[in-house]
């Protein structure tokens, strides 16, 4: 038997406004899935559309580089005759329908972010001697009659309508006609119907999906300055050298747990949901609220010192001080904060293959023994009381990313002041639970972070000596398993176990 190769999908790809969108003709066909939208997402939609439109000034205001993406739209077109489809075979069930030509666009991906559009569109027409001034199309949608679907839409549309009405510093009718003029989609016409149901089935069957740093990507990128437009193609260039794998380990693994522990949060879980912890304040944009000052003084200093005219001569650049629990600056330092960070977490998840920063900076036998142990290296004196055969099961993996994470928090606070004995402290804190419980999920983490929460002492103190200058009181008994051996002998050799009998 004889299959054929289904060809490539070939996309037509062209840009149009929100007012030319609201001008198509558009159908949601029966294959696609309900409307699924909560409130949140509308609402984090409107804190985009409220961030984007204060930024529209009379000076930019017919600035083409001030454009606002909305997402993109993919379409096919349907054609058929005489009854059949456009795979040549005779359907009944659809045989009225296709007497004639379809002449309406079937919406094979981005169906979500079009109904909520639609419901936009409806909360306009409602307020329509508002916007009286305003040339608002007639936008067509047919809607699948579908009861999940006409719930959310009547839900989120009672949202819709209080966003619209809430007080703004610009009229209700030059937030729309900013809204339908400087807001964008991209349409994606697709020529063939097997085409879509190849592209749909591409996206949802085979469960492709964007990592949670995908979106911060694209929204972080929209939040650049519109002139640093060569810089933005830079970093562009640079993100996408990097492993997509091991950019989600270094939000997932480091900068969101310490983010959200310090703050007394669980955070074992990153996925789309969280990525609102990673935007911020946008220090272009036209509000000056007094939160962004001293972060639009320090940026702009740095920027003038750097491009000086002396900096040609002594060949100094000056690093932005981040720290990975400040607010959020959006756009371009949002890349180089996370590039501020990868080196490390990087050495931290990979210290055989990656920068062995953590090693240089050990100055006591005690914690040098501690790293050779976690990270499966040789202690060179009696190397079978060291072994830790159990370092690479799932509840093991669970306290070293704890400690991982410690010990980057607390670089990033003190740098390397008593680094040593800052990793001796966690060290001792994180693994008692390895040794307390026989089975460590990712309950028990938070439940242990939680009660004995290291990351807000860091926050809380100014000086190492003062996060430094406490008791851990843990004192714990020897277990029966034979797979962490080495860490019970270093629990022993730091008082921190009783000797057996």
Known sequence: MNIKKMPAVTLEPRVISLKEFYEQDFTIPDYQRPYKWTE???????????????????????????????????????????GYTAFGQYSLNNKLQLKLPDLKKNIVDGQQRTLTFYLIWHALQARSHELNKLDIPQFTLDIPAC?????????????????????????????????????????????KLAEAFQFFDSQNSRGLDLYPHDLLKAYHLREFDPIE?????KVVQQWEQRKGEEVHQIFSHFLYPIRQWTKGKKAFQFSKAQVEDFKGISLHQEDHLPLSHAYRIL??????????RFRRVDNLNL?????????????RRFFEWFSYYESKALGLLHPQSHDAWVESLLLTETSKKIWKVINGFTVTEN????????????????????????????????????????????????????LKQSSIYESSIENHVRDHNLFRRLDESLRPKDFLNFSLNIYVKASQTTRTTGIEKLFKEMKYMAEQG
Not at 229 to 233: G, Q, R, W
Not at 299 to 308: C, G
Not at 410 to 430: K, M
Request: proline content about 1%.
């Open 229 to 233: 437009a060569e810089l933005k193609a």
């Open 319 to 331: 690093a932005y001080p981040f720290q990975i629990t400040q607010t959020m600056i959006n756009g």
């Open 147 to 191: 009861r999940i679907t006409q719930e959310n839409l009547r839900r989120n549309y009672d949202v819709i309508e209080k966003l619209i009405d809430k007080p703004r510093s610009t009229s209700l009718a030059e937030y729309i006609d900013i809204l339908l003029t400087k807001c964008e989609f991209v349409i994606a016409q697709l020529s």
């Open 40 to 82: 949140k997402h509308v609402r984090t939609l409107f804190d985009d559309l409220d961030c984007f439109v204060a930024g529209i000034t009379a000076k930019n205001r017919d600035d083409d580089r001030y454009k606002y993406r909305l997402g993109t739209i993919v379409l096919h077109k349907s054609i058929c005759f005489k």
């Open 299 to 308: 940026h702009s200093m740095v920027d003038e010192y750097n491009s000086d």
């Open 383 to 434: 190397a079978k009381d060291y072994a830790y055969s159990g370092r690479t099961r799932t509840g093991d993996g669970y306290v070293r990313k704890v400690l991982n994470c410690f010990l980057l928090a607390y670089y990033d606070r003190f740098g390397i002041t008593e680094f040593s004995s800052a990793l001796e402290v966690g060290f001792i804190w994180a693994y008692s639970l390895r």
